[in-house]
């Protein structure tokens, strides 16, 4: 498949599906004049147009960043080539030997994965449906953390998504809210892992906001509105402030924070009204 080459070329961006295990297919922006990026970012975990992860690259894009971006499904990428010039390269490789890649500046973690679904809740999860959340959601933030330090001498800062879920009890959320709460004190234990290396690692935990892995969750449209009309703002937040919330912390500006949860989520997590 090629990517056609567009007149735009204001915009940085890769695409790079099925990455780790498995072998990956790399494509790379023809750039042409566009002027020196903030800094690279590489999006771990990218579904779809309608994703966050996929708002997550497309506003780092916008906003001067050279984007990498993972996805197990190219063929939701021909809508990048309507913004982005992008050209497809020959080759495949495994992730250990992009060499392309050592001079990532920022990783996001955005896997996420409804696993586990069960009418009944958490107690009628079984062992074999927990451990795969946990992997999904938890260790494999672990795992990509310590591929993407060990190949990456520039990485600096280091951002996961979380959901509001992984602090408050959301119908529906059950074992993958416990899952997030294990993810946002596994960043707490990177970071103070990598903190003497300079490397900074902070989770954004998000509202809920309407996206293909939401849709899955049990009675989600009632659960979305409930939790709109309880927040401080009285409305969902946007997929362009979870955005701006990740790059925030991927840049300099927030050079002093580790080891954080910043929530975005309209106040919620503070309301009683939960």
Same mark, same amino acid.
């Given at each position: 498949?090629?990517?056609?080459? #567009? #007149?735009d070329k204001r915009y940085n961006l890769s695409v790079i599906s099925n #990455?780790?295990? $498995?072998?990956?297919?790399? =494509? +790379? +922006?023809d750039a042409g004049n566009v002027p020196d990026p903030v800094g690279k970012a590489l999006v771990v975990g990218v579904s779809s147009r309608r994703s966050i992860g996929f708002g997550i690259a $497309?506003?780092?894009?916008?906003?001067?960043?050279e984007t990498v971006v993972t996805t197990r499904?190219?063929?939701?990428?021909?809508?990048v080539s309507q913004r982005h010039d992008v050209r497809e390269l020959d080759y495949t490789k495994s992730y250990a030997d992009i060499d392309n890649l050592n001079d990532v500046t920022g990783l996001v973690f955005c896997i996420a994965k409804s696993s586990v679904l069960s009418p009944k809740g958490l107690l009628e999860t079984s062992r074999e449906e927990f451990s795969k959340t946990m992997l999904d959601s938890c260790y494999s933030y672990i795992s990509v953390v310590n591929e993407a330090v060990k190949r990456n001498p520039n990485l600096k800062s280091i951002? *996961?998504?979380s959901f509001l879920g992984g602090e408050k009890v959301v119908p529906g959320y059950d074992a993958i *809210? +416990?899952?997030k709460a294990a993810l946002e004190h596994a960043n707490r234990i990177v970071a103070a892992e990598l903190g003497e290396r300079g490397i900074r690692a902070n989770i954004v935990s998000s509202g809920s906001v309407r996206t293909p892995a939401s849709r899955v969750l049990p009675d989600f449209s009632r659960v979305h509105e409930m939790l =709109?009309?309880?927040?401080f703002l009285k409305r969902a937040v946007t997929t362009e402030e979870v955005a701006g919330a990740v790059e925030f912390l991927? =840049?300099?500006?927030s050079g002093g924070m580790t080891g954080e949860v910043l929530q975005v989520n309209g106040g919620i997590s503070h309301s009683l009204a939960l």
């Open positions: 498949m090629k990517y056609s080459s #567009l #007149l #990455l780790m295990p $498995e072998a990956i297919e790399e =494509s +790379v +922006v $497309e506003h780092l894009a916008d906003n001067g960043w499904r190219k063929d939701k990428f021909e809508q951002v *996961g998504l *809210g +416990v899952a =709109s009309r309880r927040s991927l =840049s300099d500006a």
